[in-house]
C-alpha cells in the first residue's frame, strides 16, 4: 500500500498537530477575547479602589473642617474652591481667632489626580426682607445691620410679584442697577464688601405692591454649609459610573455619591 505525500498531510492540518489557519485565528481571537475580558475586569477593580480610597480621604477632610471650625468658630475659607486654606499657617483674614494651620502639608489630589473640591455656601445674616413700592414715591428704603467685616454676597430673589425698576446701594455704593431687574432674571446673587456696621438702601421703580426679597450672606455665619469631595475618574463635575461625584456635605453622618 502506497504512503502518502507528507506535504499533502500537512496540507490537510493531520500531521505533528499543526493547525489550519482558521484554527490559528480563532485561538487567536480567543485569546485577544479572554485579554479584554481580563483588562476590563483589572481595571474595573483599579477604579473601585480609587472610590474607596477617595471616600475615606473625603470623611478624613469634612472630620478636619469640623474640627477647625470647633476651634476658630467658622469653616475655613473655601479659595479656589479647593482645600487650599488648610495649608496656611498664617490665618486666613478674618480667621485669626483659634487658627492652629497648617493643618495639612499640601493641597490634597484625589486618586485621579484632580484636588478635591471644596465649597462654601454662605449663611444669612440679614434678611430676607421684603422691599417693596407702595403707593406714590418711589421711595427709599434704609435698613442697618451688622457684620464682621470682609466679603459677603447680597441676594435679591424677583420670581413672584416681578419688580422691572430698582436700584439697590450698599454703604452708599449701588451693588445692584436698573437693568438687573428683568422678569427672566429671578434671582440676582453679586459679591460685596461689608463692614463692621452698614447701610442697605432699596428703592424700586416698578407697579405698586410689587415686591423683591433682599439677604445679604456671609462667611462668618454659624448657617455656612460646606460640600467637599471628588469628582471622579472624569475630573468633571456630574457624570455617572465611576465619573460621578463622590461628595461629603455638613451635618452628613455617613458619606454619599
Known sequence: MGREDPVRLRSKGQVGGAFTLPELMAGI???????????????????RTKVVVAKTSIAQYAYLLE???GDINYYPPDINQTLESLT???PPSGYERGWHGPYLDKIPIDPWGTPYFYRLTYGVIFGPEICQRFGGGPFDQTFTFQAIPGKG????ENMTKIVHAGRIWLNGAEVVSPQE????????EKKVTLLASNTLRVRL????????LVSIT??????????VGSYGADGEPGGNGFAGDLYWFSGQSSSGT
Open 29 to 47: 481571537f480567543i485569546f485577544l477575547l479572554l485579554c479584554l475580558v481580563g483588562f476590563k475586569l483589572i481595571s474595573a477593580l483599579y477604579q
Open 67 to 69: 474640627t477647625i471650625k
Open 88 to 90: 496656611y499657617s498664617t
Open 153 to 156: 454676597r447680597i441676594v435679591v
Open 181 to 188: 431687574f428683568q422678569k427672566d432674571i429671578p434671582r440676582i
Open 205 to 212: 421703580e416698578s407697579n405698586p405692591n410689587h415686591y423683591i
Open 218 to 227: 456671609s462667611p462668618f455665619s454659624r448657617k455656612v454649609t460646606y460640600l
